[in-house]
């Protein structure tokens, strides 16, 4: 993570300027990415069907004794009814409420940890957020506890370990006012590395025998989701937590909480699904967040189910049926906040959806401090650099649905948007500087 490296989305490759004024230094103990749940769980049956059909094809040509048409390449790999099944319907899960916010972690030495960079020490507000509460939190505690649940393996102490939770910048959302979540500090998980793959294998496996949501993330490193056991260990040590509950199994939660999605009661929810001594993580936001692709895939598998799939459908559980229709429910539900005004022209024109690009510049300014910082530490000097680094997480991330556009085409449309945003804003700032009071 030097400055200079690449910024890897699915489709496009940019490089985040240097900006002097932010911390040099970047976050190379991130909190990773998680995925969408309904495109997740759309990928999953959309293979069990091309398995299906695959295995059918294997065993028409054995019976007519020709090859099969399996091999080193072609497999039946992450295809099995029974580990969609289990997934889906006996695996435990743990939901809490994805907060909106800011994500930043805190190291066992006290240091802070923004999305992509690390935050200066001294620092004393990160977008907008006094940091004086979150500095007092200690976390060394919390951490050294969840070390200790490994003990019975040799050599399980990280080499680094951060507490990573959400700020919440975004005061005026939901009910984070009232419920007294404004500008405070949540923790939601933790990222520990070791000395090696090996070591942090063992701690995982250790550490989810003790009921930690464990989930290997890179070489070296463990995340640990969100669950009761997380939970407890953090309370015990007073580091405030997402509140998490409990279900029996994915469809159970789906069937459970899609009234409080549709409520719109917060921005989603995050899934810890516990299998085989591992944990996975999604993330199931409400329809009011601009997510095309995972709207166009249910649509299109409840279609195929409908249709009976070519013979398929009947093979999966009906209660996986019901959860697809509860999460095109979801997706597709008629928000309550009014629709955000559109030019038609551009609507037309535009090569990704306008909505999607505006979400995912909003995500990509969460990932750096306010932008009014840099601009008073550099002035007008630094737009473009500000425009280039926002420019390459949008087009780095993974909710951003460009489907079949245009390449260079989604490119400008994004780099106009940044630019447009970023000039505003520093309009806006210029204004509220020569404003009294």
């Not at 400055?3 to 240097?18: A, D």
């Not at 939970?231 to 040590?237: A, D, F, Q, S």
């Not at 306008?354 to 990932?367: G, P």
């Not at 449309?413 to 804003?425: D, E, I, N, P, T």
Request: aromatic share 6%; hydrophobic share 40%.
């Amino acid at each position: 993570n030097d400055p200079g490296k690449p910024v890897r989305g699915s489709r496009y490759t940019l490089t985040w300027p240097s900006i002097a004024t932010m911390a040099e230094e970047r976050n190379t103990l991130t909190w990773p990415s998680i995925e969408q749940l309904p495109r997740a769980v759309c990928s999953k049956i959309a293979r069990f069907f091309q398995v299906a059909e695959l295995a059918a094809t294997v065993i028409q040509r054995r019976r007519r004794g020709r090859p099969s048409p399996l091999d080193g390449k072609v497999t039946l790999k992450g295809g099995y009814r029974h580990s969609l099944h289990r997934l889906c319907t006996l695996c435990p899960v743990a939901a809490s409420e994805k907060l909106d916010g800011t994500n930043v972690g805190k190291l066992r030495c006290g240091t802070l940890l923004g999305r992509r960079l690390t935050i200066e020490q001294t620092a004393t507000s990160y977008q907008r957020c006094d940091l004086t509460s979150l500095r007092e939190v200690d976390v060394d505690a919390a951490i050294g506890e969840l070390v200790s649940l490994a003990t019975g393996e040799t050599g399980t102490e990280p080499v680094r370990a951060a507490i990573y939770g959400e700020l919440m910048c975004n005061v005026g959302l939901f009910n984070y006012k009232a419920n007294g979540l404004a500008k405070s500090w949540q923790a939601f998980g933790a990222v520990l590395e070791f000395a090696s793959e090996e070591v942090a294998a063992a701690y995982a496996t250790a550490a989810a025998a003790s009921g930690l949501a464990c989930t290997l993330s890179g070489d070296r490193a463990v995340r640990i989701g969100n669950n009761e056991a997380f939970g407890e260990v953090l309370r015990r040590h007073r580091v405030p937590v997402i509140a998490t509950v409990a279900f029996g199994s994915l469809c159970e939660a789906i069937s459970s909480q899609r009234a409080w999605m549709t409520g719109e009661h917060g921005e989603g929810l995050v899934l810890s699904i516990q299998k085989a001594g591992r944990s996975s993580a999604y993330k199931w936001k409400i329809s009011r967040e601009p997510q095309p692709a995972a709207v166009s895939e249910l649509t299109e598998l409840l279609e195929a189910f409908a249709n009976g799939a070519g013979g398929k459908a009947v093979l999966i559980d009906q209660s996986i049926h019901e959860m697809i229709g509860n999460l095109h429910a979801v997706s597709t539900h008629v928000d309550r906040a009014p629709a955000a005004t559109k030019q038609k022209k551009e609507a037309r024109q535009a090569a990704v959806d306008t909505e999607a690009v505006a979400q995912a510049i909003a995500s990509a300014l969460t990932k750096f401090d306010a932008l009014e910082v840099t601009f008073e530490a550099e002035g007008k000097e630094a737009l473009n650099k500000l425009a280039e680094r926002l420019c390459a997480e949008v087009l780095s991330d993974p909710d951003l649905a460009t489907g079949d556009a245009d390449e260079a085409a989604a490119r400008e449309q994004v780099k106009v948007s940044v630019k447009r945003h970023v000039g505003q804003a520093f309009g806006a700032w210029q204004k509220s500087r020569h404003t009294p009071g």
